[in-house]
Nanobody, 122 residues
């Protein structure tokens, strides 16, 4: 069993900031990558940012320079610092991990969080 606990969503005015957190626990041997996706009403889920175990990062063009992803490997936690928020950033944000389960070192699985709502008012 794996659990992802997301926190930090909410309502903020345009130009404001929010910090999302996602803590992973359970039957995890290692986490290869952690990321944040978002889905706005009527749109497909899209990658916002991702980070590997070695610290390499990848961002959607729409958030480059405004969002920063980071992780604490000791705590199996990933963060998304969101600055200069815009109304178009409004969406449900989902945490996702690619992990190796305990006892199955040859496998890599994906696991998704429940999502946290981010609403940016104009």
């Amino acid at each position: 069993q794996v659990q992802l606990v997301e926190s930090g969503g909410g309502l903020v005015q345009a130009g404001g900031s929010l910090r999302l957190s996602c803590a992973a626990s359970g039957s995890i041997f290692s986490i290869n990558a952690m990321g944040w996706y978002r889905q706005a009403p009527g749109k497909q889920r899209e990658l916002v940012a991702a980070i590997t175990s070695g610290g390499s990062t990848n961002y959607a063009d729409s958030v480059k320079g405004r969002f920063t992803i980071s992780r604490d490997n000791a705590k199996n936690t990933v963060y998304l610092q969101m600055n200069s928020l815009k109304p178009e950033d409004t969406a449900v944000y989902y945490c996702m991990i690619k992990y190796v389960p305990k006892g199955y070192p040859w496998r890599e699985l994906d696991y998704w969080g429940q999502g946290t709502q981010v609403t940016v008012s104009s």
